[in-house]
């Protein structure tokens, strides 16, 4: 390998800090004598703050392009990336590299911690009648409203950090629903109590969280795994990729993209899935509200590709 640094192109919000730091640290620990690097990249959703996640006009890629013209013009090797914000398409010449091994791919429902519903086994029927909830995901909106229709949802945008501040000052926002991967990656916890404790500098002391069971809430495709893109030709990045990849979670988000790619491709999709092996069997349950109400379905096939087609022509 080269002695020049390995460059790990990344976002620069605190999220995605922590996974290009987790990527870094595997890298150092697989590759001792390589030097490595983190590239911190702008992207067009980090300046789009104000624009609703939501909405289906927002260009693909919105936080990923910049990192991968990065990685063609050579100005990085390795990209991280949340692996849901990770089009089905990629561009040519690029390719998924790796995918570390999946955290919890649970959703968080955190609300304020003098709400009456507070506690640590709280969930969405225990909120008040007509209650707000905050989120720009379609996914978890459609699943919501399945269970609650009387909530109201309003997107919120912002990073974790954010989010949190939003919730804990703004009164006329009842919950907030974020990934569970996300939070602990930020070493956000909730306590036994449900208190959410972490760094000062990423959470408050004035809110409460809970998981949400997946049997409520099912994640979106990709959710809780970091992915590494590469250039196709990089033998380098390629070689690299190889001792950071988890097999079996990679099988799982292969199929799971599979089925987004054959349901329309869009991140921003009211549609969720969640492949796993079970037994040593590849299984994958979804559900798709582009229909209207709500169509589920289960599907086990040992081609991860083949799994995510059958899943879509099932939901279709």
Do not use: H, W, Y
């Given at each position: 390998m080269s002695k020049s640094a390995i460059r790990i192109a990344t976002r620069g919000?605190?999220?995605?800090?922590?996974?290009?730091?987790?990527?870094?640290?595997l890298c150092r620990k697989k590759f001792p004598d390589e030097k490595f690097e983190i590239k911190i990249i702008k992207t067009t959703g980090d300046k789009l703050?104000?624009?609703?996640?939501?909405?289906?006009?927002?260009?693909?890629?919105?936080f990923t392009k910049e990192l991968e013209s990065a990685l063609i013009s050579e100005k990085a090797d390795l990209a991280v990336h949340s692996l849901k914000d990770l089009p089905t398409e990629i561009p040519k010449g690029l390719k998924l590299g790796a995918v570390l091994e999946r955290e919890d791919v649970r959703d968080v429902l955190i609300c304020r911690r003098d709400a009456s519903y507070a506690r640590a086994n709280m969930g969405i029927r225990d909120l008040p009648k007509g209650a707000t909830v905050a989120t720009s995901s379609t996914r978890r909106a459609a699943q919501v409203r399945e269970i609650r229709?009387?909530?109201?949802?309003?997107?919120?945008?912002?990073n974790?950090?954010?989010?949190?501040?939003?919730?804990?000052?703004?009164?006329?926002?009842?919950?907030?629903?974020l990934a569970a991967a996300g939070l602990s990656r930020l070493q956000i916890e909730p306590a036994h109590d449900g208190l959410l404790t972490g760094p000062e500098e990423v959470t408050t002391p004035e809110l409460c969280g809970a998981l949400i069971p997946l049997d409520e809430m099912l994640p979106c495709v990709g959710q809780a795994a970091i992915g590494v893109?590469?250039?196709?030709?990089d033998r380098q990045a390629a070689r690299i990729c190889a001792a950071l990849n988890h097999t079996e979670t990679l099988e799982c988000v292969t199929a799971e993209r599979a089925f987004l790619r054959a349901m329309g491709g869009g991140c921003q999709l009211a549609v969720a899935a969640y492949a796993q092996v079970r037994k040593g069997r590849l299984h994958m349950h979804g559900v798709s509200f582009l229909k209207g109400a709500a169509r589920r379905a289960e599907v086990e096939e040992p081609d991860p590709a083949r799994l995510?087609?059958?899943?879509?022509?099932?939901?279709?």
């Open positions: 919000s605190a999220l995605a800090l922590a996974q290009a730091n987790i990527v870094l640290a703050q104000t624009a609703s996640l939501a909405d289906a006009n927002l260009p693909k890629g919105l229709s009387d909530l109201k949802i309003v997107p919120i945008r912002g974790v950090p954010t989010r949190l501040r939003k919730l804990a000052q703004q009164q006329e926002i009842d919950a907030l629903i893109e590469i250039c196709a030709t995510g087609l059958e899943l879509a022509r099932k939901l279709s």
